[in-house]
């Protein structure tokens, strides 16, 4: 007996909950097994999704994209000297096509390219694959500009792809929402968890945490409306449609979710050390301020990575206050996040084209991005709490 | 068992010397206590000396945690409690309109049942206790540290920790820093609601031993659901029932003599 662990230890006993020394209880097993698929399969789902989502990414991560708007034309000798596969992808033929088609159609077609090549473009920039990472993360001089820019314009002759403007509007967006959120959340946590007297608690805490529900749509609805020609009139800005009025907006949504977090943070430090501190002869707000924030930093930081991971994931509100993607560290310049780009460009790139595949690759980097913000938070928060238990 | 008992009560109050008849530093007058409409402390009357060690007893519920709570008037925190009477700490009415709860705490500490450290290093615990006052400078806070971790038995134990987690220390070394922390900023009374009810016997006696010395310097009201601490420990014993004070003596005189029948079964161990 004494060499067996405890009978506490585990849940369930052999299959079908059947195990000698022990009443079987198969029902309570079926159950037990059913919510413990339940529980995984949340985890394969999201891997799941992440595969689909970067596998439909890979061929601009291995540079196996070409957006050429040009590509040049071979002659007739040059084109029949090519092995058949690479002759059958230069005239753009599925294998089902290249097959029925005798060398006389295949001729024609090398004709009709070269004839075609004729009424091109000739803008230097057509030949260019803007695919490649150094177009898409590094500025390149287009025809009819002065200097080397940042560009997203994915529609056009020449599909200029360059990302570095969405992760900059996506960033200022985002710390615009923190910057206003997260003092007003963390406030009004402090306020309702430590000075509230219970009364005003009871209605406060779920009138705050019920901004949770308003739907984005509403919110980007509001702040494009109302909120826009309130700010502009107050701060006198050009464009209407802009960063700042995106962040705030945001802000809104993020308020009730890190107020949530933090509340949970800062009611769940024991009440013994508030009446230390009391006894002491601090003051509530003392209290409140030197004692229970400090010991509910864990939380309060992973109220604040939550924030910034809904912020940066957020579609809704940014699609409808935002507008071009223009590189500009300015907040009251106009600004294109990451998501907002996929919402509004997915539903009209070609399937399988070069754009749609760069959109999927912009989502692959935002999982990337917000799955390890959460894991440096958890990462984080772990090692706050152990330092606050004296553990290391 | 009832003899035993009151043999090892009288071994215990041999070793407690006569108790000395100092000033008055508190008087209860007719304090009541109501919590919404029910009634914790009844009409309770009593003078409490300075620089002695003064036991409350009494079985669970007769509200002698509360009385003590209402001395630095941390029932303030609980809602619907209302105090009828006056409780004067050095001829100041604690319950007057002029009386700054925060300035009443310093004079009167506390140091609570379950040891309570706050989330931080050694030194940090005692270091806000003296920031909350006032006290700034390095060197200033070092020495003060050093003399009341002295004070609380504790600084040959965390000397060379002093920046590491007060909640690391063992549950004994976490209530001596508690008392630490209440001493450092020099209260004139220190109040104790049942601070070794939590520990081992060795801690305890540490806290006993510690409880004896610093009633040199300051007035000591400690809470007790233990009767050889309290016959150990206290010069003047109060003991309670049903939110009455039923008999406040020198704990020579509870713990022998008692005047009340009540008294004698609680302190010979036949109900409570």
């Known amino acids: ?55 439909e990414a890979m061929p601009i991560f291995l540079g196996q994209m070409d957006s050429a708007a040009v590509r040049p034309a071979l002659s007739v000798d040059e084109a029949m000297k090519l092995p058949k596969e690479d002759l059958r992808k230069y005239l753009d033929m599925t294998p089902d096509e290249f097959v029925k088609a005798d060398a006389e159609v295949i001729k024609m077609l090398v004709d009709l390219r070269i004839e075609s090549s004729a009424n091109e473009t000739t803008d230097k920039d057509a030949k260019l694959n803007t695919t490649q990472w150094s177009h898409l993360l590094g500025p390149y001089q287009w025809t009819g500009y002065t200097k080397p820019e940042y560009i997203w314009q994915p529609v056009g002759t020449i599909h200029k792809y360059n990302i570095v403007p969405l992760l900059v509007g996506s960033l200022k967006v985002s710390f615009v929402a923190l910057a206003f959120a997260l003092p007003l959340a963390l406030g009004a946590a402090i306020y309702v968890s ?3 007297n219970p009364r005003t608690k009871e209605w406060l805490k779920p009138a705050i945490e019920l901004l949770a529900g308003l739907p984005s749509v509403v919110l980007g609805f509001f702040a494009m409306i109302v909120m826009a020609t309130f700010l502009q009139s107050v701060f006198g800005y050009a464009t209407r449609l802009n960063a700042f009025l995106a962040g705030i907006a945001l802000g809104l949504a993020v308020i009730p979710l890190v107020f949530t977090i933090a509340e949970d943070a800062l009611s769940s430090v024991p009440r013994s050390y508030i009446q230390a501190a009391l006894a002491l002869g601090s003051s509530r707000w003392q209290a409140a301020y030197k004692i229970v924030l400090p010991a509910a930093i864990p939380g309060v930081f992973a109220a604040a990575v939550l924030g910034f991971g809904r912020a940066l994931g957020e579609t809704m509100i940014v699609l409808m206050t935002s507008s071009a993607s223009i590189l500009s560290w300015s907040v009251f310049d106009s600004a294109r996040p990451i998501t907002a780009s996929i919402a509004a460009e997915l539903a009209e790139a070609v399937f399988d084209g070069h754009h749609y595949r760069i959109l999927f690759m912009l989502g692959t980097l935002l999982f990337a991005v917000t799955f390890s913000l959460n894991l440096i938070g958890d990462i984080v928060v772990h090692r706050l709490k152990r330092r606050l238990e004296g553990k290391a | 068992m009832a003899e035993i008992t009151t043999a090892r009560m009288a071994s215990d109050l041999v070793s407690s010397s006569m108790a000395p008849k100092t000033k008055e530093v508190i008087n209860l007058d007719q304090l009541s206590l109501f919590y919404g409409t029910s009634q914790a402390l009844k009409d309770i009357s009593l003078k409490i000396r300075e620089n002695v060690v003064t036991a409350f007893i009494g079985p669970s519920g007769c509200g002698k945690s509360t009385l003590l709570r209402c001395l630095n008037r941390m029932n303030d925190l609980i809602d619907n409690v209302r105090i009828e009477g006056t409780c004067e700490i050095g001829n100041q009415n604690i319950y007057g309109p002029d009386v700054d709860v925060v300035e009443l705490r310093k004079r009167v500490g506390m140091v609570f049942q379950k040891s309570n450290p706050f989330p931080k290093s050694i030194y940090e615990n005692i270091a806000f206790a003296l920031r909350l006052h006032g006290v700034k400078k390095k060197n200033e806070l070092d020495d003060v540290i050093e003399r009341s971790l002295r004070q609380a038995a504790l600084w040959e134990e965390v000397k060379d920790r002093l920046h590491s987690s ?17 001493v450092a900023i020099q209260p004139e009374i220190l109040l104790m609601d049942e601070p070794a009810s939590a520990l ?4 305890t006696a540490k806290i006993e031993e510690l409880v004896m010395d610093l009633k040199k310097d300051y007035t000591i009201v400690i809470v007790t659901h233990n009767m050889q601490q309290a016959a150990r420990v206290s010069d003047y014993t109060a003991f309670f029932y049903l939110g009455r004070l039923i008999e406040y003596d ?14 004698e079964d609680y302190v010979t161990g036949r109900f409570g």
């Open chain 2, 200 to 203: 081992d016997p060795l801690a």
């Open chain 2, 166 to 182: 007060g909640l690391g220390l063992s549950g004994g070394q976490q209530q001596r820093l508690c008392i630490a922390r209440a």
């Open chain 1, 1 to 55: 007996m004494s060499s067996e662990a405890p009978s506490f230890a585990r849940r369930s006993h052999g299959w079908m909950g059947i195990k000698r020394g022990h009443r079987a209880r198969p029902l309570e097993w079926i159950i037990e097994k059913g919510i413990q698929l339940v529980s995984y399969s949340a985890i394969v789902m999201v891997f799941l999704i992440f595969i689909f989502v970067s596998r």
């Open chain 1, 194 to 196: 430590q000075l509230a």
């Open chain 2, 250 to 263: 020198t704990t020579l005189k509870v713990f022998t003599n008692p005047s009340h029948k009540q008294t």
